[in-house]
T-cell receptor, first 114, second 116 residues
């Protein structure tokens, strides 16, 4: 158990809909990262927040947005969903803001868009 | 454009033998390298890391080797155990990547099967 929690575990929705994925980092970690893993793909970095502020952005679509709240939990919002958005979404956390240091991953949320 | 490549999607090894997983990277600005292990239905778990000032780091049965001139790193597992069967991801990062603070770039993973 990494100490990072993600809800929900599974999400099934239809094209055009909007969903919110939630992540609680390990106690004491200030950074939260979001990754997408599609079929046969590695982990694609989406976005990083550090202590409530956006720190780095990766291959995140404009239809996607995220935020980190004062209690440090984070939410990833995916809107106007398309079939290709079906993937595993992982959240990770780390103590510091340096994104290349060791990150602890949650169990992921499996999103299925029908 | 894949900056971190794991060219072997799968590897099968007999229990007790050595497992060698390989990873190549293209960005010379990467200065920190990590290996993660992932079991089905779980998130990746950090295994071992190495910074660019070293060429070897060892932790129990796991050793990571870094060849900076070849932009290549490898993970050795000796001896391999059936419980090591998982997908292994190589990840690279650095302080400066594309002009901004670096984040981890992951390879696509290698599925290791250790047969009893």
């Amino acid at each position: 158990d990494s100490g990072v929690t993600q809800t929900p575990k599974h999400l099934i929705t239809a094209t055009g809909q909007r969903v919110t994925l939630r992540c609680s980092p390990r106690s004491g970690d200030l950074s939260v990262y979001w990754y997408q893993q599609s079929l046969d793909q590695g982990l694609q970095f989406l976005i990083q927040y550090y202590n409530g502020e956006e720190r780095a952005k990766g291959n995140i679509l404009e239809r996607f947005s995220a935020q980190q709240f004062p209690d440090l939990h984070s939410e990833l919002n995916l809107s106007s969903l398309e079939l290709g958005d079906s993937a595993l979404y992982f959240c990770a956390s780390s103590v510091g803001g340096m994104g290349y240091n060791e990150q602890f991953f949650g169990p992921g949320t499996r999103l299925t868009v029908l | 454009d894949q900056q971190v490549k794991q060219n072997s999607p799968s590897l099968s090894v007999q229990e007790g033998r050595i497992s060698i997983l390989n990873c190549d990277y293209t960005n010379s600005m990467f200065d920190y390298f990590l290996w993660y292990k992932k079991y089905p239905a779980e998130g990746p778990t950090f295994l071992i890391s190495i910074s660019s000032i070293k060429d070897k780091n060892e932790d129990g049965r796991f050793t990571v080797f870094l060849n900076k001139s070849a932009k290549h790193l490898s993970l050795h597992i000796v001896p391999s155990q059936p419980g090591d069967s998982a997908v292994y991801f190589c990840a690279s990062g650095g302080v400066y990547y594309g002009g901004s603070q670096g984040n981890l770039i992951f390879g696509k993973g290698t599925k290791l099967s250790v047969k009893p």
